[in-house]
């Protein structure tokens, strides 16, 4: 009986403290910046952003995952895209050159798998082709 009276007692101090520190840390929280904002944000660039059938433009992208892999897909303004495997540097950044024949905006999406499950588009940036 007394190891119930003892347990209890410690409960009886440990939930109010537990707010207290609860509440404490959940005013911090609200008043600082997310670690999510320190983080570089995912850039992908293309040069020129305009160019004429089959002339040569770069994609560079930035921020790529560097443990998984990387897919760049090319949707010309038909819709019917392609899936290429891309290596990004160490540092999570690649740079490759295109071209393409069809008239329109150009898309082209980098993209991760982790396993068999889609994590989706990592960035995307788009060419005016005339």
Known sequence: ???????????????????????????????????ANKHRDPVCT??????GAYQTFTISAAALPTTDPVYLIATPPSGNG????????????WSGSESASQPGTWTYTFSGMLGNN????????SVQVS
């Open 118 to 125: 889609k994590y989706g588009a990592v960035e995307s940036c």
């Open 1 to 35: 009986m007394f190891t119930f009276l003892t347990r209890l007692g410690r409960l009886a101090i440990a939930i109010p403290v537990a707010i207290v520190v609860i509440t404490i840390i959940g005013y911090s929280v609200l008043t600082t910046v997310p670690v």
């Open 46 to 51: 293309i040069t020129p952003s305009a160019v």
């Open 82 to 93: 392609s899936v290429t495997p891309i290596y990004p540097n160490s540092d999570g950044s």
